[in-house]
């Protein structure tokens, strides 16, 4: 069976970007992975990579995607089910099997971890039940059929401003729900919910429940807002943060930090021979986790990884 | 006098990143530099930007900058000549004070050096005096000029090799000198080197002279090629590599390397309070050095000095 030099899990930016010094070191490579299947897919707007003012998510992956295929690398979509270190004599070194949904193995003598983020979720009565009934974590995905609806956005951070902008171009009415006080988005994104008349923020405030029977018809807050602590609504927008998605690698033994992010060293380099990771699910460049910081660390580890198999 | 919060010195690509998450943050900030002076601007071909399979230095700048334009950031285009440290009481911290070019001072809470680098010289007989009549730094200001002449380039890094590229599209020889074995460019550009009937490579070769009166006419080497220590030829082009435009910034006492790279830490911060370093001009993102660092090297650093302003 073919061995590959190489194989990306995930093809989000920090990925693609690997995959780009990849091909220009010639490192013999695969990505398995979904392009539209991460949070730049899934943003409405980008407006901080550099060179684009302004441009819909799903564009700015589709262009990362045209360049790797110009280099004719093969991006693989299939779902990862399983990643198995295995002792290889021959190679004088451990080798990756990736096992996908397809019930195809792919083998590689390093791996580079790019699988990013997920969304974080609430936890709460009614938000299981309801999912796709009213509930979703993706705006860009679902907000178009909330028109002159009234939905409600869940969180504080960029990620829920531009949910919350991005849904007033649809709904008649956007609750921005956060549970502290102020807002911990950027400030001109602050200042564009404030002058966003469709818009109305209720700071201090969790949702505790969701109810609705096959639709969501409410929610119930912890706190008052005119008088009520139940809002009625049509959608429910959870934007409340993310985690790594590194529930894959926990097999491979596989260092995190407190909070599940990979630990890297500068190199792009886990814990575990032939192991990289880069992107949001690191804790690299210093947590700030954005287009550019992913990029970044992608290019790096496929230096790193390049080294590592011309030397071995 | 006016004193921004914020002021980058540097227009290529950290400075540029910077200075967009700055607008984000709203952070009142100019800009010093031309973004034709840098390393992008002076590369004939980008290939390794994400979502550009092949884009001109000077174009890839020109979106740059039309994205910080979008914000209405002030881009000085004056050169910085001194940066002095001065106590400032009122604001309860340092203030810098930017001198340029044009008799003008500039005053700032905090300062981003993003001067990325220069180019490396040889330190030859007749490099500096047949500088601009045969001998240049920059294939691609000049590589137009040697229209159907011989040419050669010192060097064996991806620059090396691109300049030798671009130039073979003019010349009608290029010889490419390198002082080692292998070239130590990325595969592909080995590849594209070797099958380029106009190049033709000398190894473990150092040029030891640049001859000629008001043009240059001949190159001395430390080894034979072809039976001789001379070829006779028309324009040289050295691409020996860079160091750091650090020296503008020695008064603040900023830490810099053995190789004269300014040490930064994981927020982008330097020894000195309210001066912080983006881009190739750092030791950050393990020595890498790309557009895609320098970006991540510059939203990092934005994001620090923010918190920094609001701290204080």
Same mark, same amino acid.
């Given at each position: 069976?073919?061995? @590959?030099?190489?194989?990306i899990l995930g093809a989000g930016p920090a990925g693609m970007s690997a995959s780009i010094y990849a091909s220009r070191y010639k490192i013999n490579h695969i990505i398995i992975g979904n392009i539209f299947d991460g949070s730049v897919a899934k943003a409405h707007l980008i407006e901080n990579w550099l060179g684009e003012k302004s441009i819909k998510g799903t564009d700015l992956m589709m262009k990362f995607n045209d360049h790797i295929k110009d280099f004719g690398t093969n991006l693989i979509v299939e779902d990862i089910v399983e990643i198995k270190e295995e002792e290889n004599v021959e190679f004088g070194r451990n080798v990756f099997n990736i096992?996908?949904?397809?019930?195809?193995? @792919?083998r590689s003598k390093s791996?580079?971890?790019a699988l990013g983020t997920k969304h974080r979720k609430l936890n709460i009565f009614g938000e299981e039940e309801l999912l796709g009934k009213?509930?979703?974590y993706c705006a860009v995905c679902d907000g178009a059929f909330f028109k002159n609806k009234i939905v409600a956005v869940v969180g504080g951070s960029n990620s829920a401003a531009m949910a919350s902008i991005m849904l007033s171009e649809h709904a008649d009415k956007v609750y921005l729900i956060y549970r502290k006080k102020p807002l911990r988005c950027e400030p001109i994104m602050t200042d564009r919910i404030k002058e966003n008349k469709k818009i109305t923020i209720l700071y201090n405030t969790n949702v505790t429940k969701v109810l609705g029977e096959?639709?969501?018809k409410s929610i119930e807050l912890d706190?008052? @807002?005119d008088s009520s602590k139940e809002i009625k609504l049509d959608g429910l927008f959870i934007e409340a943060g993310s985690v790594p998605s590194a529930s894959l690698v926990k097999e491979l033994n596989v260092n995190v930090n407190d909070s599940g992010y990979i630990i890297?060293?500068?190199n792009g380099a886990t814990n575990i021979e032939?192991?990289?990771?880069?992107g949001d699910i690191t804790n690299g460049s210093n947590g700030l986790r954005q287009i550019v910081t992913a990029v970044s660390e992608g290019a790096i580890s496929a230096t790193s990884i390049y080294k590592y198999l011309k030397e071995k």
């Open positions: 069976m073919n061995i @590959y030099d190489l194989i096992k996908t949904n397809n019930n195809k193995t @792919y791996i580079l971890i009213g509930v979703s096959n639709r969501v706190n008052e @807002y890297i060293n500068s032939g192991v990289y990771a880069a």
